[in-house]
């Protein structure tokens, strides 16, 4: 029976140090440079201000991560399979826009008004899946006419309305601002995401003990489990310490697992991987790529609506300046900075939730210590290429291992 990183002859603590070792020497170094990126932002901006990483902070920081959060996880569909799309942010705003014109302007309710703001950022998926995928025009040139055309439609719902406030007790509002404060809430939430991890791939290496191919040793699921234990609860700790489990950050993590699944889980996820891995191949192997590469087109403006209604609910209004030059910017740095290849083929949805905790960490920080924002944004610079140089190099030694 097989053995490797998985295989009953790969057992023990060192056996699982020793297959790691030999990943990382090939050029699968998976999200390993973030986290440790990301250990060195936090060490270094609280070193700079021990306010840092104080329970009020990181609480925010869990709250700001989420819009753009959500849009970068419709960016990484798009750059799994070997595209980019400029639009999100102009996406993002238009359908924050359009909610609040009908929810506060034509007294729309707002469930209702939700549906609608996110059904657009669909159909508008839909537009630029339709010319990249079946018309065949590059989808840098369709997302960069979509930036400015969807921009521009933007304004032209908001009209005379420069800033438009939002019901501060709905539900859009709430989405960034309810808190749980009871302290069992936090808790749980970090025993069932162990748990469920853990029976995961449990169940993922019965079943591969089972038909006799590799499987993970025992060793690296209970180091992973373990790992996993400490930074849930210590999170939940630290939340607690302060106003309690955000709303926001608990929907973030629903989405991030439900789509987790359907990319890793699902024959729809396997076709996004395929043809990431290269168009022509996957026709050969039957994957409908017009109608794939259409759907992550849809979903890249799908999160990119759901993400605009976050923004919006941070600061409780919509208003024409809602479309900043950076959120473009970070939500693509994010899916990058995260892990997920520009080149297609490799990523994962928690790709955005690591770049984004470092984009927003670096923002959190410069804030903190009243820094000109120019310094973020060259901060941010200087990680994204580090991002793309450690890709391209990881990509290097696969090949030169035969593993790409």
């Known amino acids: ?45 609280q070193i700079l201000n021990p306010h840092f990483l104080s329970p009020r902070n990181l609480s925010n920081l869990s709250v ?3 819009g753009t959060g959500m849009i970068a996880v419709g960016v990484i569909f798009v750059l799994l399979i070997g595209e980019i799309d400029l639009s999100v942010g102009s996406v993002s705003g238009l359908a924050s826009a359009l909610f ?5 302007n034509y007294g729309m309710p707002e469930p209702p008004a939700i549906v609608l703001a996110v059904l657009c950022g669909t159909a508008v998926g839909f537009v630029h899946g339709f010319f990249t995928a079946v018309v065949g025009v590059p989808a840098f040139v369709v997302t960069l006419a979509g930036l400015l055309g969807w ?7 908001m009209g005379a309305y420069g800033t438009i406030n939002l019901d501060d007790q709905g539900l859009v509002a709430k989405l960034t601002n309810f808190y749980f404060s009871d302290v069992a809430a936090a808790y749980a939430l970090a025993a069932v995401g162990t748990a469920g991890y853990f029976l ?7 079943r591969r003990r089972a ?17 996993l234990a400490v930074i849930a609860f210590a999170a939940a700790y630290v939340l607690n310490k302060f106003q309690g489990l955000p709303l926001a950050l608990l929907i973030f993590l629903v989405v991030l697992v439900i789509l987790d699944y ?16 290269g168009v022509e191949a996957a026709r050969r192997a039957g994957v409908n790529v017009v109608w794939v590469r259409t759907s992550a087109f849809m979903m890249s403006s799908t999160m990119a609506a759901i993400g605009g209604l976050f923004l919006a609910s941070r600061i409780n209004s919509v208003s024409q300046t809602s479309v900043s030059t950076d959120l473009l910017m970070n939500a693509i740095a994010a899916a990058v900075i995260g892990g997920t290849s520009l080149f297609g083929g490799r ?10 905790l470092v984009i927003q960490s670096i923002a959190s920080g410069v804030a903190l210590m009243d820094i000109q924002t120019a310094v973020q944004f060259m901060i941010t610079g200087g990680v994204l290429l580090l991002a793309v140089v450690v890709d391209s190099l990881s990509r290097r030694a696969q090949r030169a291992h035969g593993r790409a």
């Open 64 to 66: 700001d991560i989420v």
């Open 100 to 104: 609040a014109v009908l929810s506060v």
């Open 151 to 157: 921009y521009g439609l933007m304004l032209a719902i």
């Open 347 to 356: 990523g994962s949805t928690w790709s955005a939730l690591l770049g984004v």
């Open 1 to 45: 029976m097989p053995g490797g990183i998985g295989g009953p002859s790969a057992h023990g603590a060192e056996r699982f140090a020793d297959a790691f070792g030999r990943k990382l020497g090939g050029g699968a170094l998976g999200s390993v440079p973030v986290v440790l990126g990301l250990l060195a932002i936090w060490l270094i901006f």
């Open 262 to 277: 359907v990319l890793r889980r699902t024959a729809y996820g396997r076709m996004i991987f395929a043809l990431g891995g």
């Open 200 to 206: 995961t791939a449990w169940r993922d290496v019965t």
């Open 211 to 227: 038909v006799g191919v590799p499987f993970r040793a025992p060793a690296e699921i209970a180091l992973r489990t373990g790992v």
